[in-house]
T-cell receptor
Framework: NAGVTQTPKFQVLKTGQSMTLQCAQDMNHEYMSWYRQDPGMGLRLIHYSVGAGITDQGEVPNGYNVSRSTTEDFPLRLLSAAPSQTSVYFC??????????FGPGTRLLVL | GESVGLHLPTLSVQEGDNSIINCAYSNSASDYFIWYKQESGKGPQFIIDIRSNMDKRQGQRVTVLLNKTVKHLSLQIAATQPGDSAVYFCAENMITGNQFYFGTGTSLTVIP
């Protein structure tokens, strides 16, 4: 099993550009989530999904969209990138109520 | 919202010594707790978990203690090795809920 994979590993955007961060898992986990990690702060939940077709907002959802058309994939879309979205983004998956498995992260720099 | 906090942001230990990393949680309804290890440039890695019906759980060289009375969680690492150097996070969750809450992390440095 590859576990949780994320692409790209690193991305530079200009303010106002849009992009999609990809996340996939091959463990048939129903629960998937996106976090951002900023220096001095804990992981903050952006959006999560408890199954295909079901998504919900987390703590910091503004500026991000998600969709879950399949169990395996959970892309995160930045609609109009802002410097405040410079961060490291982690995708995670789990069986509901169990420990989450994290991907390697995507480092995003917005200029 | 709920918060999960750590008492010590940094910890340095000698190789071979035992390490103790602490965490305070504020939601008394949380019933599932996890410790993660994050090495530089990598994603968090699951270490050990514990449910609220237990007060101690042991893994390989690691032990998690849960004190529900004072809402405190600790991670003990026995015979700390250089490879244990990393940031350690605690996380809490309600088994019926969908959201995990993470602390800011403690940076552990092992001195050879």
């Amino acid at each position: 099993n590859a576990g949780v994979t994320q692409t790209p590993k690193f991305q530079v955007l200009k303010t106002g550009q849009s992009m999609t961060l990809q996340c996939a898992q091959d463990m048939n986990h129903e629960y998937m989530s996106w976090y951002r990690q900023d220096p001095g702060m804990g992981l903050r939940l952006i959006h999560y999904s408890v199954g295909a077709g079901i998504t919900d907002q987390g703590e910091v959802p503004n500026g991000y969209n998600v969709s879950r058309s399949t169990t395996e994939d959970f892309p995160l879309r930045l609609l109009s990138a802002a410097p405040s979205q410079t961060s490291v983004y982690f995708c995670a998956s789990s069986i509901r109520g169990m420990a989450q498995y994290f991907g390697p992260g995507t480092r995003l720099l917005v200029l | 919202g709920e918060s999960v906090g750590l008492h010590l942001p940094t910890l340095s230990v000698q190789e071979g010594d035992n390490s103790i990393i602490n965490c305070a949680y504020s939601n008394s309804a949380s019933d599932y707790f996890i410790w993660y290890k994050q090495e530089s440039g990598k994603g968090p890695q699951f270490i050990i978990d514990i449910r609220s019906n237990m007060d101690k759980r042991q893994g390989q060289r690691v032990t998690v203690l849960l004190n529900k009375t004072v809402k405190h969680l600790s991670l003990q690492i026995a015979a700390t090795q250089p490879g244990d150097s990393a940031v350690y996070f605690c996380a809490e969750n309600m088994i019926t809920g969908n959201q995990f809450y993470f602390g800011t992390g403690t940076s552990l440095t092992v001195i050879p």
